[in-house]
């Protein structure tokens, strides 16, 4: 990103010395040279009419050479943002849908997610009681998550296309967290053991909820890839923790 920031400011560098070598070599002397045929012949007689030609197309030209940079930025600014408007639209739409099966995925009421194996495996997993208590505060985790969650998913509800970047940074930034938070329970699971002490049913539960993270998590990336390629940005996260199966 840094390269492609470099290489524009270089285009754009040479295209401003451009525009001054054209100015200082050519119209300036030019202009110079003009005024003073003017001087003699108005001093002697009428102007004759080529004069006047030439004066026209010497404004025609400065003014073409002047305005010509900011239409050429005004037209590129107003395609961009015409583009990026549509962009926002059609994927609010996908977010959207991205941020409801985000909420299921923090809810402890539904099967299939962390926080319900968190919620309804702790009588299966009570020989461990360091190992309940660590569950219990990822439980609580995902509780908080959920709250931050529910407040940005009723963002993109409302087609603010001047808060559109901002509202996917926050949401990448709870995935990002969610994934992290998954991690930390599988690590924990893995330390003490759980695959070889569980059930079998535990062990299932968890990875079906592994399954479903995972792929959410590799949707979730590649539109947040699309949005930092499209606003020529990295504010949007594009890189989650991997939560594998026990």
């Known amino acids: 990103m840094d390269d492609f920031i470099n290489y524009k400011k270089y285009q754009t560098g040479n295209s401003k010395e451009r525009t001054h070598d054209v100015i200082t070599i050519f119209l300036f002397p030019f202009g110079s040279l003009l005024i003073g045929i003017i001087g003699l012949w108005t001093s002697a007689a009428i102007l004759p009419v080529w004069t006047y030609w030439m004066m026209a197309l010497y404004l025609a030209i400065v003014l073409v050479i002047i305005l010509t940079p900011p239409t050429k930025n005004f037209i590129a600014n107003s395609i961009n943002f015409l583009s990026r408007k549509k962009f926002a639209k059609n994927s609010r739409t996908e977010l959207q849908r991205l941020s409801v099966e985000l909420n299921e995925l923090l809810g402890s009421d539904r099967t299939n997610t962390i926080p319900y194996f968190l919620s309804h495996q702790?009588?299966?997993?009570?020989?461990?009681?360091?190992?309940?208590?660590?569950?219990?505060?990822?439980?609580?985790?995902?509780?908080?998550?959920?709250?931050?969650?529910?407040?940005?998913?009723?963002?993109?509800?409302?087609?603010?296309?001047?808060?559109?970047?901002?509202?996917?940074?926050?949401?990448?930034?709870?995935?990002?967290?969610?994934?992290?938070?998954?991690?930390?329970?599988?690590?924990?699971?893995?330390?003490?053991?759980?695959?070889?002490?569980?059930?079998?049913?535990?062990?299932?539960?968890?990875?079906?909820?592994?399954?479903?993270?995972?792929?959410?998590?590799?949707?979730?990336?590649?539109?947040?890839?699309?949005?930092?390629?499209?606003?020529?940005?990295?504010?949007?996260?594009?890189?989650f923790e991997d939560v594998k199966t026990l």
């Open 122 to 239: 702790s009588s299966k997993l009570s020989y461990e009681a360091n190992l309940l208590n660590c569950l219990e505060r990822s439980r609580q985790q995902f509780t908080i998550l959920q709250s931050w969650a529910w407040s940005v998913s009723d963002n993109f509800k409302y087609d603010n296309n001047e808060l559109f970047l901002r509202e996917t940074n926050q949401f990448s930034k709870i995935v990002h967290w969610f994934s992290w938070a998954c991690l930390w329970v599988q690590q924990v699971l893995s330390n003490n053991g759980v695959q070889d002490k569980a059930p079998k049913d535990v062990l299932s539960d968890w990875n079906l909820a592994a399954q479903r993270i995972s792929d959410f998590t590799a949707r979730v990336t590649r539109i947040m890839k699309s949005v930092n390629n499209k606003y020529n940005t990295n504010l949007c996260t594009e890189y």
